[in-house]
């Protein structure tokens, strides 16, 4: 039909029945709204997910396996810089005529089959838990707050040195010694 915007991951089955069997299917498609985990971490509304997948009929429906993938982006956890990359999620799944969440299997039409929940769904599994701009990132400092990938802040390092650790003890048991002995009363009975 001329003129209506058909949906990019809607596949059609009859074409599937005249290759009998196997056949691979490659749909690239927007995401209308974005895809966001707990963390900082999302696939942008507007992003072009890619659904690189093989589609094999049997009796009770079309298993599908491949790959999906979609540009991601977010806010390294120890940092806080701006960070994106690629999401590459394998997929194998199966659609049936009345497939359901609790089956395990999506649904799909006599006609048609639409793979936009499972790109959806491979692609949220995807998202990084922790998402970290590079493995080794040295985080933001405690103290100053300064950016420890940008270089040495000069704040001294939480960890205490072995040859100062014998004046801490030492400072510590002059500060306790000071202090009052709060849990002696005044010596006046109420
Ligand atoms: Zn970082
Ligand atoms: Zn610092």
Redesign the pocket.
Known sequence: MVGVRTDPFDVTLADLRVHRGSRHVLRRGELTEALVADVDARVPAGAQAVADVELDAFGGGVSVHGTVSSPWEGE?R????SIDGELVAEVREVFRRGGSEEEGTYSMGDEHLNLREMVLDALFAALPLLP???ED?A?ICPRCGADR?QGDCGCEEVVIDPRWSGLEILRGEVVSSQRPCAGEGTGQEP
């Open positions: 390294c120890r940092c806080l810089s970290l701009c590079r990132c985080g990938n």
